[in-house]
């Protein structure tokens, strides 16, 4: 499981300021498992999500709190608009980052929709396809489809006519939909993610095939802190030659497990002393897996530990 919730590390340091009443600080308390859902799904980093969420305190901190009818809107907007904010800059820093990148996962054995209302974005392939929109139809879509948004509601957040949050929702909505194939059911990924650990773990190469689409893609992260390809893996046969070395230089001694992560199930590659090696993700379809998602870099896997 992972060593702390995503909704503990998240927390601000709400206990440092002793000018705030107790009734302010419990309305920024209630809505903070969400605020850090939509900064996460924004963001696609723990981290960057927690400074989102403490910047929003800080404002709360500082604003005529008596003047705010709403807090949870209040507090929704101002965290949207500091992720809009953030998401420019570290869209900055990916497009210099060492190899592939993928989100940082996310334990969500304990609130599988992470302080939404729906589970919606939280996989690794949308998050990813996510990355490929510009901030406010990232907002857009994350409103709408995690928490429920209405479209006037969104039109308040970014600062748009209900007509152009509506478009822009659309827009969204219709990118993702045409960039990837339909997924399998959560069911039918769970299976998948078995059959991999099971072959992987029995150094089972043909069973491992069997499972792969002819047009695969492995998307390594090793984020320039371990040795990992730098670059994306297409097809069958060069799917299976690096699946191939990494069992056996890397993970013949291993341990498999299977986690919940980002909402459904994923694959924690651990040494036999229990030390993360690698949190694997799958995104299939009817015809298997067509994604696999392999995180290698260290301060990514910081917050999960090996035994259940």
Not at 174 to 201: D, G, I, M, Q
Not at 231 to 256: C, I, P, Q
């Amino acid at each position: 499981m992972a060593s702390d919730t995503a909704d503990n590390a998240a927390a601000p340091s709400t206990g440092s300021n002793q000018n705030v009443p107790d009734t302010d600080v419990r309305a920024f308390e209630d809505v903070r498992p969400r605020l850090f859902g939509l900064a996460y799904r924004m963001l696609g980093s723990v981290a960057e999500a927690e400074d989102v969420v403490q910047d929003a305190w800080v404002r709360w901190q500082g604003t005529d709190r008596r003047a705010v009818r709403n807090p949870a809107a209040f507090l929704t907007t101002t965290t949207t608009r500091l992720a809009i904010n953030a998401s420019t800059s570290a869209h900055a820093r990916r497009e210099t980052y060492l190899g592939p990148w993928l989100p940082e996962p996310v334990d969500t054995s304990a609130d599988p929709a992470l302080g939404a209302e729906r589970a919606e974005a939280l996989e690794t392939a949308v998050l990813l396809l996510l990355e490929k929109l510009g901030p406010a139809e990232r907002a857009a879509y994350v409103l709408r489809e995690a928490f429920g948004y209405s479209f006037r509601e969104i039109a308040e957040v970014l600062g748009l006519t209900e007509v152009n949050a509506r478009q822009v929702a659309r827009r969204a909505r219709e990118h993702l939909a045409s960039a990837r194939s339909v997924p399998a059911s959560p069911a039918r990924r769970r299976r998948l993610v078995e059959s991999f650990a099971a072959a992987a773990r029995a150094g089972d190469l043909d069973g491992l095939e069997r499972l792969l689409v002819d047009d695969v893609v492995v998307r390594p992260d090793g984020g320039g802190e371990v040795h990992a390809s730098r670059l994306e893996l297409v097809g069958v046969a060069r799917t299976m030659t690096f699946l191939d070395n990494v069992l056996r230089k890397y993970w013949h001694h291993s341990t498999f497990r299977t986690v919940e992560v980002n909402g459904g199930a994923g694959l924690l590659v651990a040494t036999a002393d229990g030390v993360p090696q690698a949190l694997v993700t799958l995104d299939g379809s009817q015809r298997g897996i067509e994604h696999v998602y392999i995180v290698v870099s260290p301060s990514k896997l910081r917050r999960f530990t090996a035994t259940g």
